[in-house]
């Protein structure tokens, strides 16, 4: 069992439509956070950077933690075409040097 | 500012073929990172360096040699590529080694023979 897992997709949703994206994780003594947005062909970029459990809202996005379900969410309100990407959750442990990433899923948007 | 600049974006090698990733940041960052991504496998560490002068294995390290070779510039070397070498490489980097986000730069495609 991957430390990490998260649903690949493809999720396709209709613009200006409520996205929810997750992750759960087996490994209790991660404590940061984050998720990156993939274009295609193109590096992760940082989208929300967290610690420990619950709410961050910046702009369209709401990153979620449950610490307690071992659970993490992205939300995009107000889907739009250009939010089309692979979004890579990704997490470590307090003090850590590694990285643990999802595999990731992919979301179109739709006009 | 261009961030973290990767070099080349694509290439292909053969079997045994040796070749330089090259990976230059301009954020004065500390810390710097070699991962590769695979289709199903996510993002790998391959090395590290958590400053000038150290560098150390990750979670796939066999096949590759690394270099830091100042602050800004962190090249990894493929000795000897495998087909199981083909993949997208991606160098990042970050403030510190502890608790702050990964920049990542735009990736090189590689693909051996």
């Known amino acids: 069992q991957k430390e990490v897992e998260q649903d690949p997709g493809p999720l396709s949703v209709p613009e200006g439509a409520i996205v929810s994206l997750n992750c759960t994780y087996s490994n209790s003594a991660f404590q940061y956070f984050m998720w990156y947005r993939q274009y295609s062909r193109k590096g992760p970029e940082l989208l929300m950077y967290t610690y420990s459990s619950g709410n961050k809202e910046d702009g369209r996005f709401t990153a979620q933690v449950d610490k307690s379900s071992k659970y993490i969410s992205l939300f995009i309100r107000d889907s739009q075409p250009s939010d089309s990407a692979t979004y890579l959750c990704a997490m470590r442990r307090g003090g850590g040097n590694k990285l643990t990433f999802g595999t990731g899923t992919q979301l179109k948007v739709e006009l | 500012n261009a961030g973290v600049t990767q070099t080349p974006k694509f290439q292909v090698l053969k079997t045994g073929q040796s070749m330089t990733l090259q990976c230059a940041q301009d954020m004065n960052h500390n810390s710097m990172y070699w991962y590769r991504q695979d289709p199903g496998m996510g993002l790998r560490l391959i090395y590290y360096s958590a400053s000038e002068g150290t560098t150390d294995k990750g979670e796939v390290p066999n096949g590759y040699n690394v270099s830091r070779l100042n602050k800004r510039e962190f090249s990894l070397r493929l000795e000897s590529a495998a087909p199981s070498q083909t993949s997208v490489y991606f160098c990042?980097?970050?403030?510190?080694?502890?608790?702050?986000?990964?920049?990542f730069g735009n990736g090189t495609r590689l693909t051996v023979t």
């Open positions: 990042a980097s970050s403030e510190t080694q502890t608790n702050s986000p990964l920049h």
